[in-house]
């Protein structure tokens, strides 16, 4: 069992930057896949960006490469997003999620924080 607790999130204005966390429980860090999802008012959840159980090889959308990066601590347990120019249709709550998977992107996750709000402001 994994539990994923997210932090960071806040309020910033166009063109700032947030470091969100994403902390995870046991032992088991190292064998996941980690992603981030976000969900704006009104709209669906959208996946973010994922990283390889190694922190080899990361993958994200369209809209965010460029400005977010994704990174791992495994000897933390952590894993992070940093977002850079940040823009106000990036104004989401933001998840983290894993699952024992080598597959990266999005798709179906097994394990889910509950969510940290990022509001950016015009």
């Known amino acids: 069992q994994v539990q994923l607790v997210e932090s960071g999130g806040g309020l910033v204005q166009a063109g700032g930057s947030l470091r969100l966390s994403c902390a995870a429980s046991?032992?088991?860090?190292?064998?996941?896949?980690m992603g981030w999802f976000r969900q704006a008012p009104g709209k669906a959840r959208e996946f973010v960006a994922s990283?390889?159980?190694?922190?080899?090889?990361?993958s994200y959308t369209d809209s965010v490469k460029g400005r977010f990066t994704i990174s791992r601590d495994n000897a933390k347990n952590t894993v992070y997003l940093r977002m850079n120019s940040l823009k106000p249709e990036d104004t989401a709550v933001y998840s983290c999620?894993?699952?024992?998977?080598?597959?990266?992107?999005?798709?179906?996750?097994?394990?889910w924080g509950q969510g940290t709000q990022v509001t950016v402001s015009s």
């Open positions: 990283i390889s159980w190694s922190g080899d090889t990361t």
């Open positions: 999620a894993a699952r024992f998977s080598v597959v990266l992107g999005g798709g179906q996750y097994d394990y």
């Open positions: 046991g032992r088991s860090f190292g064998s996941l896949t």
